[in-house]
């Protein structure tokens, strides 16, 4: 039998990790076995709590070249956000929650998109079809990462689907929902350790957006002020990553986990058509968005609505 890559975004977050580690037991279960879970990037401090707990060790880093290999996709698919040599590979199976953009395949697939809050909750809902069991560590890593996509609940993105899942996972990896997700997203939520690069690479995606190319990067905090207080810093790596990456804009989105809010910061040429896509002014490159916690729902469409009309 042949190989099976499985994968999520690049810059993985929790459910990125998550998921590629869950498709491929489910795909073990299945009768698969040579499925075998890869990462894109570095494991950051968030998952690095969750797999501790739950005692799983990372996937590897895939250094391979995916020409003609099998690959299944998590949490993405657009091929921006996927391995550099995903044009090449054969695309089997696609277990995503994202729009769909920039996406093309030359033979036929299975393709899974929800417009749930999390792969992971897609994937338990795979298990339940089959009948398969759920081990308390897949139910843990399936919690970790709807808590990491959902803030705690708190995200518009979560939805019921999402809730349920947590619900009845949470006795199968026996754990408090509340205290759990908190520790794990404190976990991820600090930035006096991190450098300018790190705040900007964590958690970071390029979007097409008409025709331009916009770099938005999210960081969570739970003091907001103490990354602002590196703002010159910050905007003058955005600059330089900028020029050579060549993104029209870059935007940072700094989210308060506690209350639920966002400040963003943004450098580019067309930073004005970012703030109105949020109608504000931008303020010393600055915003602050009340309400706002989700990228994908609160930030890229608007952005992109503003810059394509
Ligand atoms: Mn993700
Ligand atoms: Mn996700």
Same mark, same amino acid.
């Given at each position: 039998?042949?190989k099976?890559?499985?994968?999520?975004?690049?810059?993985?977050? @929790?459910?990125a990790?998550?998921?590629?580690i869950i498709?491929?037991?489910f795909?073990?279960l299945?009768?698969?076995?040579?499925?075998k $879970?890869?990462?894109?990037?570095? +494991?950051g401090?968030?998952?690095q709590?969750?797999?501790d707990?739950f005692?799983?060790?990372?996937?590897?880093?895939?250094?391979?070249?995916?020409?003609?290999?099998n690959v299944?996709? +998590?949490?993405h698919?657009?091929?921006?956000?996927?391995a550099?040599?995903? $044009?090449?590979?054969?695309?089997?199976?696609?277990?995503?929650?994202?729009r769909i953009a920039?996406f093309e395949?030359?033979?036929?697939l299975?393709?899974?998109?929800?417009p749930?809050?999390c @792969?992971a909750?897609?994937?338990y809902?795979?298990?339940?079809?089959r009948?398969f069991?759920?081990k308390?560590?897949?139910?843990?890593?399936?919690?970790?990462?709807?808590?990491?996509?959902?803030?705690?609940?708190?995200?518009?993105t979560?939805?019921e689907?999402?809730?349920q899942?947590?619900?009845v996972?949470?006795?199968?990896?026996?754990?408090?929902?509340e205290?759990y997700?908190?520790?794990?997203?404190?976990?991820?939520a600090?930035?006096?350790?991190?450098?300018?690069?790190?705040?900007?690479t964590m958690?970071?995606?390029?979007?097409?957006?008409?025709?331009?190319?916009?770099?938005?990067?999210?960081?969570n905090?739970v003091?907001?002020?103490?990354?602002?207080?590196r703002q010159?810093?910050?905007?003058?790596?955005?600059?330089e990553?900028?020029?050579?990456?060549?993104?029209?804009?870059?935007v940072? +989105?700094?989210?308060?986990?506690?209350?639920?809010?966002?400040?963003?910061?943004?450098?580019?040429a067309?930073?004005d058509?970012?703030g109105?896509?949020?109608? +504000?002014?931008?303020?010393?490159?600055a915003?602050?968005?009340?309400?706002?916690?989700?990228?994908?729902?609160?930030v890229?469409?608007?952005i992109?609505?503003?810059l @394509?009309?």
């Open positions: 039998m042949t099976t890559y499985i994968f999520g975004h690049k810059n993985p977050d @929790t459910d990790i998550s998921s590629a498709m491929a037991d795909e073990q299945r009768g698969n076995h040579e499925a $879970a890869y990462r894109l990037g570095e +494991v401090p968030e998952t709590y969750a797999l707990y005692n799983i060790s990372a996937p590897e880093l895939l250094n391979d070249d995916l020409s003609d290999q299944i996709l +998590v949490d698919n657009e091929f921006q956000q996927s550099d040599s995903i $044009a090449d590979a054969t695309v089997q199976h696609v277990i995503d929650h994202h920039n395949t030359a033979v036929p299975y393709y899974r998109a929800e749930v809050g @792969t909750t897609i994937l809902k795979m298990y339940k079809e009948g069991e759920i308390p560590e897949i139910a843990g890593l399936m919690i970790s990462a709807i808590i990491s996509d959902s803030l705690l609940f708190k995200s518009p979560c939805t689907q999402d809730v899942a947590a619900e996972l949470k006795t199968i990896a026996d754990v408090d929902l205290s997700g908190l520790d794990m997203l404190k976990a991820g600090s930035t006096k350790d991190k450098s300018a690069a790190d705040i900007l958690d970071a995606k390029s979007f097409n957006m008409g025709d331009y190319t916009t770099r938005i990067a999210q960081v905090t003091d907001i002020d103490e990354v602002f207080a010159e810093e910050l905007e003058k790596a955005m600059l990553t900028s020029a050579d990456e060549k993104y029209d804009l870059f940072l +989105v700094v989210t308060d986990i506690i209350n639920s809010d966002s400040k963003i910061l943004v450098v580019g067309e930073k058509k970012v109105s896509a949020f109608n +504000v002014a931008l303020e010393n490159n915003a602050f968005l009340p309400g706002v916690v989700s990228r994908k729902k609160q890229v469409p608007q992109t609505e503003a @394509t009309k």
